[in-house]
């Protein structure tokens, strides 16, 4: 870049002819140019781009309680899962082969809506799979625990742990991101109205378009 630079300059000066002969003033370092620089991002920057990319885990969400207070509404495994970034054995999830036609998926520990239950297909991954989350509801940002880079996916409200979410692994859905989350995370409202806009294609007979009863 330097080089370049300085050829740029010669060039220039050459041209219009009024470079003194002592270049040496002219070889001056510059500084180097905002350009040189953009393919490391500082992580301030990330986090004013990337969604919540860049966001700890300690970052300020609504639900603002405490460890002893999560305690003190969560049972162990939850705690563990939640609050300490735990993972729930492969299979084990209650969720994990729950496919029902409505309702929503809300966080255990704060009760936030997190995920529909058009959002949810089958991964065999061994854990509930979703290619989208109900919007604003799932926090993103890196983890770099065990020497990988992983992007962990929270809760928006509360901060609790989720899972991670992954990309680009050729599932057949609208995203092509599987958001891979802990059971122990999850409440399952059956309650809650149809999912309105279901594109999977599924169902076409059922998705008639809710027209208020
Ligand atoms: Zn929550």
Excluded at 32 to 50: C, D, N, T, W, Y
Excluded at 70 to 79: P, S
Excluded at 132 to 144: F, K, L, T, Y
């Amino acid at each position: 870049m330097r080089s370049t630079l300085v050829r740029f300059f010669h060039t220039l000066s050459s041209f219009t002819r009024t470079a003194p002969r002592r270049n040496s003033y002219s070889l001056r370092p510059h500084p180097i140019p905002l350009r040189a620089s953009m393919p490391i991002i500082p992580s301030f920057l990330a986090s004013l781009f990337g969604t919540s990319a860049a966001m700890s885990s300690s970052q300020s969400y609504p639900d603002q309680r405490g460890p002893d207070e999560w305690r003190a509404v969560l049972n162990k495994e939850q705690f563990r899962i939640l609050r300490e970034k735990g993972t729930e054995p492969p299979g084990s999830g209650k969720f994990d082969k729950h496919y029902p036609s409505a309702g929503v998926y809300t966080c255990a520990g704060c009760h936030a809506p997190l995920y529909k239950a058009s959002h949810k297909f089958s991964s065999g991954c061994g854990w509930p799979a979703y290619f989208d989350s109900i919007p604003g509801a799932v926090s993103r940002h890196e983890d770099r625990l065990y020497g990988m880079i992983r992007t962990e996916i929270v809760c928006s409200n509360c901060g609790g742990h989720l899972g991670h979410v992954f990309k680009g692994e050729g599932f057949p859905t609208p995203t092509d991101e599987r958001h891979c989350v802990n059971s122990v995370s999850l409440n399952f409202s059956p309650d809650d109205e149809p999912v309105k806009k279901v594109d999977d294609g599924k169902e076409d007979g059922e998705k008639n378009k809710e027209s208020k009863v």
